[in-house]
């Protein structure tokens, strides 16, 4: 029978990372993956999707170019192949899951394709794949847990049809004419952006009164406006009630009032739910958070020596977040001495304009009792967002009033995303207001809002 130190359930970004570093440290590692390395993140999340988005940017942008456009291009009827375009993002994926294998391989990691059944916290079968199909047994001593999580589905609406969650969205073979898509979170919005982008007839049901609930609604507004200015149709404080063989899909208002919208598919784009079912987890008890497997600073479960990483563990669920726990923990079992007590774990919406966030906002600071002083620079006042025609939105600063240490970042505009390093790095470094106000930031570049910010802040701006 097979044993190894590390056993990881899942090649996700929580999972191959952890193994990769595991085996760096010369633990022996086996990971066990059912579907394809890379999980979620790389197959169906954040890599085909953000290539989704580039084409409908890429496509939108040319579609905007008429007699009128004051840059003096034309471009006449542009159209889009979409089948084509799945592939070329289904290249990308490829090419980033071989090198996953590659990397596993490279370090030594034993990679056991099937699905994984826990015995108990130290014996594990997989129903393997290959054709040499059967049943391997493996124990080990540490047992990780990256199974990651599933879209949600509405129970009175399953998935099927026209029903679709965003793994079909990342893979269409042709453009529905209407899709309606219910959740106005991140996969809502991103993927209802870029449908709109390219040529569909959007509609947005949120059941909250306002998009993006989770985040400052200062920081919503822009692309607010956006979604306004790409025609998408808005149901906020609405709730779903069923579609009907017929493609009607009745909503029902805050205020009672029943209505019906005429689609051709939905996105159901609801929430994500950590994967617990299915494998046999029940029979070790572990403690729960939720629908989450409950973890400790250093990502152990409540079973010494069962660990827990990524999705599985609950909120945040991003990839940079289920990485940077799975390095801990193979340092842990290492016997390196480490917490994930981390400065910030910044988040990013890719919208258009897009969001960046990185630690507290002004009103989480008050909430955590803390005296802060806040300050915003527009991009409206930079002068490389009007190179790019993208003055909407800004970079803001948050910073403790006694000591000028900052404790958080937030920004909306075209391309912030690319910010969210510095805004993490100055939060992890212990930054003050004075560290980033001296600090030269080159010109032109959206970066120098950040550094505006942080002046104005201090009461010395100079372009604002
Ligand atoms: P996963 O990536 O879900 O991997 C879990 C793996 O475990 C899967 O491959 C699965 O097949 C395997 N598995 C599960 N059970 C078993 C079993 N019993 N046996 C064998 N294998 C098993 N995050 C960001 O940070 N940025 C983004 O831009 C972003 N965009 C996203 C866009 C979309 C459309 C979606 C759906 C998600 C997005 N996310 C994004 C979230 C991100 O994908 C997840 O947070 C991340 O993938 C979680 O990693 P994980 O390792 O915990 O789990
Ligand atoms: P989400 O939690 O971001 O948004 C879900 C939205 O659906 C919320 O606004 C919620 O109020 C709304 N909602 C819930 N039930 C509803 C109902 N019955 N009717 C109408 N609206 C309803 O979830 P998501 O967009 O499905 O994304 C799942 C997770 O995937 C995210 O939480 C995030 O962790 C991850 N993700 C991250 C990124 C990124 O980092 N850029 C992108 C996509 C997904």
């Not at 004051?70 to 375009?85: E, F, H, K, V």
């Not at 049943?135 to 099927?160: D, K, N, W, Y």
């Not at 949120?206 to 149709?233: C, F, M, S």
Request: hydrophobic share 45%.
């Amino acid at each position: 029978m097979p044993s190894c130190t590390l056993l990881v359930i899942g090649g996700g970004p929580g999972g191959y990372v952890a193994a990769i570093r595991a085996a760096q440290l010369g633990i022996s590692t086996t990971l066990i993956e059912a579907e394809s390395l890379g999980g979620t993140c790389l197959n169906i999340g954040c890599i085909p999707s953000k290539a989704l988005i580039h084409a409908a940017g890429e496509f939108h942008k040319l579609s905007q170019y008429g007699p009128d456009s004051p840059l003096g291009i034309q471009a006449q009827s542009p159209a889009i192949d979409i089948a084509r375009t799945v592939v070329w993002k289904d290249g990308i994926v490829g090419r980033l899951t071989g090198g996953v294998a590659a990397l596993l391989k490279k370090s030594g990691v034993n990679v056991v394709r099937g699905w994984a059944r826990i015995i108990d916290g130290k014996t594990v079968d997989v129903d393997i794949q290959n054709k040499d199909a059967g049943v391997l047994r493996i124990t080990c001593e540490h047992l990780l847990l990256a199974t990651g999580s599933q879209p949600v589905a509405l129970p009175f609406m399953p998935f099927g049809g026209p029903v679709i969650s965003s793994t079909q969205a990342l893979s269409p073979s042709r453009l529905p004419h209407s899709l309606a898509v219910v959740g106005a979170g991140y996969i809502g919005l991103e993927l209802g952006m870029a449908y709109s982008k390219l040529g569909v007839k959007v509609s947005l049901i949120e059941a909250q009164d306002r998009i993006l609930p989770a985040y400052d609604a200062e920081l919503a507004k822009p692309v607010l406006a956006a979604l306004k200015k790409l025609g998408v149709d808005l149901h906020l404080s609405c709730s779903v009630l069923g579609l009907n063989e017929k493609g009607i899909l009745r909503l029902k208002s805050a205020q009672g009032d029943e209505t019906g919208l005429a689609v051709e598919q939905v996105l159901v784009a609801v929430g994500r739910r950590p994967r617990t079912e299915g494998f046999g987890l029940e029979s070790l008890l572990l403690d729960m958070d939720g629908a989450a497997l409950r973890i400790d600073d250093q990502c152990c479960t409540s079973m010494r020596n069962v660990w827990a990483i990524g999705d599985v563990a609950g909120e945040p669920m991003l990839a940079h977040r289920a990485m940077a726990q799975g390095a801990m923990v193979a340092e842990i079992i290492a016997g390196g001495r480490r917490r994930f007590v981390p400065a910030s774990i910044p988040a990013v919406c890719f919208t258009d304009p897009e969001i960046v966030v990185a630690g507290m906002s002004p009103s989480e600071a008050a909430a955590a009792g803390l005296d802060c002083i806040s300050a915003a620079f527009p991009f409206a006042a930079n002068g490389r967002a009007m190179t790019l025609e993208s003055t909407d939105g800004f970079v803001r600063v948050v910073a403790r009033r006694d000591n000028h240490l900052v404790v958080g970042w937030q920004a909306v505009g075209q391309g912030v995303a690319e910010l969210s390093t510095a805004f993490s790095q100055s939060l992890e470094m212990g930054a003050c207001l004075e560290d980033i106000a001296g600090t030269i930031h080159a010109h032109p570049a959206l970066g120098e809002a950040v550094h505006e910010a942080a002046l104005r802040a201090l009461g010395q701006a100079l372009h604002v």
